[in-house]
């Protein structure tokens, strides 16, 4: 069994709309009881900073501090499938699911520079 995430669009800003489809191929009868897509947004942000000081009688020491933040920005799931009946099974062939997910307004762009990005994804 095979799946691919197919958009329309990989260049978006908010308020646009995420269009595109689930390609899976099934190469024997399964069953299925979902199908799920997943879309995230996180920011993450991670830094260290280091200083080093000496005491009165010359000794230095170097103190090392780790920073790091994930913050969740988006997650919306959607269901693609369900399994219709207790003995159904996706028969063998190449099925599109279509999704259609409407961007808030006010969704920071994706971002990576130094310490921090923003990134989102489907899965």
Known sequence: MGVDIVV????????????????????????????????????????????????????????????????????VPLELYTRGGRDEKLQPGVYKFPFCIELEPALMPTYQDGPGQIKYELR
């Open 8 to 75: 329309e669009s990989e260049v978006l800003r908010g308020g646009d709309l995420l269009r595109g489809y689930l390609n899976v191929v099934v190469d024997k009868p399964r069953k299925v009881n979902r199908i799920t897509l997943d879309w995230r947004g996180i920011e993450y942000t991670h830094w260290t900073e280091t200083r080093t000081s000496t005491d009165h009688k010359g000794r230095t020491t170097t103190h090392t501090t780790t920073y790091s933040s994930t913050i969740k920005l988006v997650h």
